[in-house]
């Protein structure tokens, strides 16, 4: 197996990448990949360390982070679906209803 | 030597193209590449000794996630190339803070055996086979010690389903009452 760091530093890649994604893309869609991207790089920290513990309790962690990124994904489609049937866009700064 | 070259050939894939997906304009590309950064992971999962989550995320991620994903950008007219650049200073500060937060958890991680107590043990190896059967062990950890959690997840995935259905729902039917 190969040194513990080496995973780490592949999760702290995937997670600034998928930071940047939420920060600079407009399209709301794509901003909800990067989460996706971001939830990802979390899930290898805890397999790598319910391998390195030698305990499944972290598997499990995984499991629900999937569970909850799928329950998002549902959930943030329906509200751009609904928002696009209302202004006819995605785009994240001409979301601005609540904006005084 | 063969486990360091399936590692970076997963890790590189993952990394490149988590970088292209963050970068492509198109939407359809970004999630391609989107899920070619989600199977490389899988690899990394399955070289971590997870065959379950590996499975699971072949199946739940690239199978039902992604085919949501491109369903919704097929759904929607997604256009105006155009002022794409307006967010220009935007990407500055975001790389800017990016790269402090990056810097500062590399600093951490490569300090980690200087803390007290030895830090996290992520310099040496991990011990060979500590995990037998893994979707065996992960089914009797689930449904003894995470079984209330496992019961509330079940609970959640139903509210988020209703209020997707309820979400996407056609505009006329609410407004009549």
């Known amino acids: ?100 | 030597m063969l486990d360091s070259i399936i590692f970076y050939f997963f890790a590189g894939v993952a990394v490149l193209s988590a970088a292209l997906m963050v970068t492509r304009r198109n939407a359809i590309h970004s999630a391609v590449f989107l899920i070619t950064t989600l199977l490389a992971t899988a690899g990394i999962f399955l070289q971590l000794r997870a065959e379950f989550l590996f499975i699971t995320q072949i199946i739940l991620y690239v199978g039902g996630i992604m085919v949501l994903f491109i369903f919704v950008i097929m759904l929607v007219r997604l256009d105006a190339p155009i002022h794409q650049l307006r967010f220009r200073m935007q990407r500055l500060v975001a790389i800017l803070v990016a790269a402090a937060l990056g810097m500062e958890v590399t600093v951490i991680l490569l300090l980690a055996h200087k803390l007290p107590g030895g830090g996290l043990l992520i310099q040496g190896s991990a011990p060979a086979d500590r995990l037998p059967p893994n979707s065996e062990e992960l089914a009797k950890s689930l449904f003894s010690n995470y079984l209330l959690p496992f019961e509330i997840a079940s609970i959640l995935l139903l509210v988020a389903m209703v209020g997707a259905v309820v979400m996407a729902k056609n505009r006329r039917r609410t407004d009549e009452p």
């Open chain 1, 1 to 100: 197996m190969m040194s513990p760091a080496h995973y780490l530093f592949l999760s702290l890649a995937l997670f600034l990448i998928g930071c940047i994604g939420v920060v600079t893309r407009r399209n709301v869609i794509v901003v909800l990949m990067s989460i996706e991207l971001i939830l990802n790089a979390v899930n290898i920290n805890l397999v790598l360390f319910s391998r390195i513990f030698g305990d499944v309790s972290g598997q499990v962690f995984a499991l629900f982070i999937i569970a909850d990124a799928a329950a998002e994904a549902a959930i943030g489609l329906g509200i751009v679906i609904a928002f696009f049937r209302n202004r006819e866009t995605v785009l994240a700064d001409e979301m601005d209803l609540l904006k005084w």
